[in-house]
């Protein structure tokens, strides 16, 4: 795994319990040890989970892609006592792929887990690698957008109310900071790491991982014997928001803290999550939540299925 957590001088103490110290959280300023290190995600994880108001009685469907993000939050929860199941979408990404299912069975087999696979080949009627070549637009776009969609109808056709994704505090932070780069008001009122369930429509949206950081989430699988699948996706090199997280971390190593105070003062200043549903309308095409008449899916489906047809010869071609 990459970046390596910093090894500590032998002197070093946990300032919880003074046992030799394994890992410093420098906007924390603190350094525990093990243990002490693997608590503190529990309570920022059940800490989420209280203020999200979900108990241990609602099953939660765990979106996991095979990373350190998604294994982590699927095994704190099920630590915690949460009913879980994992879904998992093959993207078709040439070795990718099938090593981030490889990691999520080698997580899921001993712990008994239960998860899907859904093929968006199968599912969509393309497969990631395909549609790069055919689409003009960044392919992460398009491919979360679908990706979206697919985890939104397969959790309401599984009747699960909660899909939970491995969003951290470094995702969210740099979400926000984008979006208010080029001034997406309409983005910036929505971001909440829970949002309500819209009945019949769509699950609640749940990232119990908001309080934790990346670094932190790569000591916790390191410290849990978790073995993610560590690559980046090949097809990601030189996303915008690889480029804003990037600028979060070099202010974060200057400055300390001041990713976790950028993004909490955001929440603290927010009464409640909004509510999704408030201008969200369906799909004319395909029934699903849309902003606009057809939704963003429809609309790269048309283009494929419009240049697929390009393509075969005219009635009549020699
Ligand atoms: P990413 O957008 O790749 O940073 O992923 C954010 C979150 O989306 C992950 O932590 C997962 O919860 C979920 N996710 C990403 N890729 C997949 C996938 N292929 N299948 C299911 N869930 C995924
Ligand atoms: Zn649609």
Redesign the pocket.
Known sequence: MENIIPKLPETAKCKKCKARGEIRLPSHNTIFCRECFIRFCETAVSRAMEKFRIGNESELL??????K??LA?WDLLNRLGYRTR??????GIENF?EA?ADAIADFASPRNLAWTR?S?KETFGWNVEEIRPRIRRSI?SIC?AI?RQ??NRLAMREGCQML?????LD?EAGRLLGNILRHRDQYVDKQYPYLPEIPGLMPAKVKP?YRLESHELRAYCRFSSIRPHSER?PL?RGAT?HIVKEALEMIEERMPGTKRDFYFTYLKKRAAPVFEGGDIGVCRECGEPAYQDTCGVCTVRAQLLAGRKSKEPEAGDA
């Open positions: 765990v979106a996991v892609s095979g990373g993000d998604s939050v994992g879904i998992h979408i093959d993207l792929s981030s859904y968006l992460c979360g990706k697919m985890l939970v994704s491995g969003h951290n995702d991982l996706c990601s928001s």
